[in-house]
């Protein structure tokens, strides 16, 4: 078994592992065969010699190109035979390395494309690319639909501080963020406090380096043509990226590109359906508190309007004779109870009540005597009508703090009921 790929496998570094260290029908592998034909016939058994070796050279290609790398060669004594068939050795190591990136690769985005909103997606992409990336912190940043703003959009670390936290903004327009942007290609910070030293103003490093982060590698995300934002990688150890993830980073560009894209769609969708739902709640509670108004605005009319009716009768009725004194007093009580109605037809028509779900108070000290002995004048004329006589016990003086219109409304809705039920 040759050794493990070093140059001509760019995952021997920092990369994709073999998982379980062995090859399948794919795996390479130098059989080092002598051939060599002697023969006292000369020149006709040397051509043969010649012949069958690029026969078996002309075979290996062949696999190589229908993708099986279990090449077996032997060593051939002519020297530019020989460094063909170590070539092709070479080549069906190197390829079958790439083989087996590949389906790595496809193994992670498969993993992470199983993520249906974007918090999923990139809790996968944490726990995936350890694979493919070192990193102690994975960032992940938005571009704002007006393409002027890069917004924080979440983060993961196994650090105990986080500072650069989801919100942060700075504008593109300007910054490096924008060049990573136009070149495509990602940047590499192998000393941030170093480069903080350089650029002071630079708030997101700063908060990075209190993170405790020392490596960055910053990646750009474009979907279709279409930059969507930025996905950063960062170390606590100096030195940590080098061009090889870069260029692990960029085969999967494209694809992460777009699953985080839908992603952040999906998101947006989710979002928009809660909103729409709560605001569905809210109408359904609001649509109660506007019934329930409703309800105690109803009840609490009908007892000013049947003293206002009682008032009409006693007025109207030519039987019932009364002084010029008493027709005022009966006429200035209908007035308190259209009065009292407008106040509470108001309380029904006041939609931030409503919308509160709770009702004001506006308290202030009352005679209890003179409020109680007014509640009953309102009802005495309805009670006759039914010969019941409301009697008010004598009461010692004091007063009360509370609001008066609510009071009466309990006073009135408490006489109203005890004359309308009575027998």
Known sequence: MPEELSLHDPFSQGGLPDENHSH????????NVPWRSESPNGDADNNLSSLRPITLL???????????????????????????????????????????ELNRIDQ?????????????????VYQDFRELIPYNRIGFALIDDDGQTVRARWARSDQPRLKLKRGFSARLAGSSLEKIIDTGAPRILNDLP???????????????????????????LIASGVPVGFIFFSSIALHTYDQIHVEIFQRIAAQLSVIVEKGR??????????????????LLRLNDLKNTFVGIAAHDLRSPLSVIQTAASFLLDPLVEMSDAERATILQEVGEQASYMLGLLDELLDVAQIEAGKLELRAEPIEVGAFLIEAVQRHVRIAAQKSIEIVLDS?????????RFRLRQVIDNLISNAVKFSP
């Open 24 to 31: 399948d029908n794919r795996s390479s592998q130098g059989i």
């Open 194 to 220: 170093a480069y903080l030293r350089q650029k002071p103003e630079s708030d997101s490093t700063q908060l990075i380096v209190e993170e405790g982060f020392q490596s960055s590698l910053t990646c750009p």
């Open 58 to 100: 002309t075979q290996a290609a062949r696999q190589l190109t229908d993708g099986h790398y279990a090449v077996e060669l032997p060593v051939i004594q002519d020297d530019e035979l020989n460094e063909l068939s170590q070539a092709l050795i070479d080549l069906a190591k190197t390829l079958e390395g790439r083989y087996r």
């Open 108 to 124: 992670i985005t498969s993993r992470i494309n199983a993520g249906l909103l974007l918090d999923e997606i990139l809790d996968n």
């Open 265 to 282: 769609l999906v998101s947006e969708l989710a979002a928009q359906k809660n909103a729409i739902e709560r605001q569905n709640k809210e």
């Open 395 to 403: 009461l010692p003086p004091g007063t009360a703090h509370a609001d």
